[in-house]
């Protein structure tokens, strides 16, 4: 095979992006990485233009037979992105142990490695949301997930990795090709389909006294900028290090729910539900990238706001598929 590119989670949310937006630039010798499955995350295939596509329990041993040849990037977009998963053994081994291994092999053999990191790395968000390096060990991940990932930016640090490769640590990320994520969908998603089947959204009611019901806050990038922002890192191999991937301005649960209603027409119509007790004590109430050592690095694209993203992806997507 004539692979450039090999995006690992190629059928996911991201991933998908990813493989559309290289589309864009006349790319299709793209090596597609995932796991399908009986869900319906193949439907993200369709439309899209690539060399060939590897279930990720035969690519590994596929990359002492050359597939790393001539490659340029790979974008390591694959994981369980489940913040709920229980199943720690699996965690770790695929989202630390199998992404340890495949910087490896592209260090090994000299190719661009960029991967996705997460936000949930940061913990509560009381010791801030700084991607300094010098900072990564005071860091306390909330669930198991975010563990996972946070494992994987400490090996990069503690090995040297993180002067040769980029990892993103995503935040809020909502847009189209998430459908197949389940529980897991942006807030976006899941309103839309509330406002559809009830007419109301439920949000959950603040647990803490200096947070009202629905001003929870978090940093929602919509995908097509997680998207720029990878794609760049990957054309860039003299950038390396962590980055936060975000707008860099926080927004409440409201605002963003808002949102969706006016896409839609409609005033908005929210209930309040308590916070389930599996999520007490590991829930995020203020998410906020520090935007300052990728603006320094030289990424200088303005990132939309939620007004501008949800309108796009709820009527030109959402609303035209239904």
Same mark, same amino acid.
């Given at each position: 095979?004539?692979?450039?590119?090999?995006?690992?989670g190629?059928?996911?949310?991201?991933?998908?992006?990813?493989?559309?937006?290289?589309?864009?630039? &006349? !790319?299709?010798?793209?090596?597609?990485? $995932?796991?399908?499955? =009986?869900?319906?995350?193949?439907? @993200?295939?369709? *439309? +899209?233009r690539?060399?060939?596509?590897?279930?990720?329990?035969?690519?590994l041993?596929?990359?002492?037979?050359?597939?790393?040849?001539?490659?340029?990037?790979?974008?390591?977009?694959?994981?369980?992105?489940?913040?709920?998963?229980?199943?720690?053994?699996?965690?770790?081994?695929?989202?630390?142990?199998?992404?340890?291994?495949?910087?490896?092999?592209?260090?090994?053999?000299?190719?661009?490695?960029?991967?996705?990191?997460?936000?949930?790395?940061?913990?509560? &968000? !009381?010791?801030?949301?700084?991607?300094? $390096?010098?900072?990564? =060990?005071?860091?306390?991940?909330? @669930?198991?997930? *975010? +563990?996972?990932?946070?494992?994987?930016?400490?090996?990069?640090?503690?090995?040297?990795?993180?002067?040769?490769?980029?990892?993103?640590?995503?935040?809020?990320?909502?847009?189209?090709?998430?459908?197949?994520?389940?529980?897991?969908?942006?807030?976006?998603?899941?309103?839309?389909?509330?406002?559809?089947?009830?007419?109301?959204?439920?949000?959950?009611?603040?647990?803490?006294?200096?947070?009202?019901?629905?001003?929870?806050?978090?940093?929602?990038?919509?995908?097509?900028?997680?998207?720029?922002?990878?794609?760049?890192?990957?054309?860039?191999?003299?950038?390396?290090?962590?980055?936060?991937?975000?707008t860099?301005?926080?927004?409440?649960?409201?605002?963003?729910?808002s949102?969706?209603?006016?896409?839609?027409?409609?005033?908005?119509?929210?209930?309040?539900?308590?916070?389930?007790?599996?999520?007490?004590?590991?829930?995020?109430?203020?998410?906020?990238?520090?935007?300052?050592?990728?603006?320094s690095?030289?990424?200088?694209?303005?990132?939309?706001s939620i007004?501008?993203?949800?309108?796009?992806?709820?009527?030109?997507?959402?609303?035209?598929?239904?």
């Open positions: 095979m004539n692979i450039k590119y090999i995006v690992t190629g059928a996911g949310f991201i991933g998908s992006n990813i493989v559309r937006a290289l589309n864009a630039r &006349g !790319e299709t010798d793209i090596l597609v990485v $995932d796991h399908l499955g =009986l869900g319906e995350k193949w439907k @993200n295939l369709v *439309g +899209l690539f060399e060939d596509y590897i279930d990720k329990s035969d690519f041993p596929l990359i002492e037979k050359g597939i790393l040849k001539n490659v340029a990037v790979v974008y390591h977009l694959g994981a369980c992105s489940a913040t709920t998963e229980k199943d720690a053994g699996y965690l770790v081994e695929n989202n630390y142990r199998f992404s340890r291994h495949l910087c490896e092999a592209c260090l090994r053999h000299g190719v661009r490695f960029v991967y996705a990191s997460s936000a949930a790395t940061y913990g509560n &968000g !009381e010791l801030g949301y700084s991607d300094l $390096d010098a900072d990564l =060990l005071q860091y306390r991940p909330l @669930n198991m997930y *975010g +563990l996972s990932k946070h494992m994987m930016d400490l090996w990069a640090l503690k090995h040297g990795h993180l002067d040769r490769v980029a990892g993103i640590k995503y935040f809020n990320v909502y847009g189209p090709g998430e459908a197949h994520k389940a529980d897991m969908r942006s807030v976006v998603h899941k309103s839309y389909c509330q406002i559809v089947e009830s007419g109301s959204v439920k949000l959950f009611k603040s647990c803490r006294p200096e947070y009202k019901d629905g001003e929870q806050v978090r940093d929602f990038v919509y995908v097509f900028d997680a998207v720029d922002q990878t794609l760049w890192l990957g054309d860039h191999p003299e950038v390396s290090g962590l980055f936060n991937c975000g860099g301005t926080p927004r409440t649960w409201l605002d963003l729910v949102s969706v209603f006016r896409a839609m027409g409609l005033e908005p119509n929210i209930d309040f539900v308590d916070l389930p007790n599996h999520l007490k004590g590991k829930y995020q109430y203020h998410t906020q990238a520090d935007l300052s050592k990728l603006r690095a030289g990424y200088d694209k303005p990132y939309k007004e501008y993203g949800v309108h796009d992806y709820v009527k030109n997507y959402l609303m035209r598929d239904s």
